[in-house]
């Protein structure tokens, strides 16, 4: 199913154009985790701006030495990134896009 959340994804920003818009979120996710799948459901269903990172899990990415410093040292899915910024654990993930999403549905935030 995250599958098909890519793909909707990805048809949009194929459908904006030539000139490619940076979603304010991005996912590192893998299509079979289910970690993965709970927080693109909840970015999709609060209708923020994300776009997913594939993340080759089978062919070892993210045991890749590169990917764990500059990703996630833990070598695990889902991570999020924010600004650049990225975090890993899905329920700290849900806590922190949650706490943005009320605050911009509260107009205390952009
Ligand atoms: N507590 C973490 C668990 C994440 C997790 O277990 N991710 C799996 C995929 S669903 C993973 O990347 N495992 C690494 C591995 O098996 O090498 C969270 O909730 O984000």
Redesign the pocket.
């Known amino acids: 199913m995250i599958e098909a959340a890519i793909l909707n994804v990805n048809s949009a920003t194929l459908l904006r154009g030539r000139i490619q818009r940076i979603a304010q979120y991005k996912l590192h996710c893998?299509g079979?985790?289910?970690?993965?799948y709970k927080?693109a459901l909840y970015l999709n269903c609060a209708g923020l701006d994300w776009e997913p990172v594939g993340v080759d899990?089978g062919g070892g990415q993210?045991?890749d030495v590169n990917w764990r410093a500059t990703t996630n040292t833990?070598?695990?899915?889902?991570v999020l990134e924010v600004t650049g910024k990225r975090m890993?654990?899905?329920?700290a993930?849900f806590d922190v896009a949650g706490r943005n999403h009320r605050q911009v549905r509260s107009g205390q935030r952009r």
């Open positions: 893998v079979t985790s289910g970690n993965s927080v899990f993210t045991r833990m070598g695990e899915v889902p890993a654990q899905s329920g993930i």
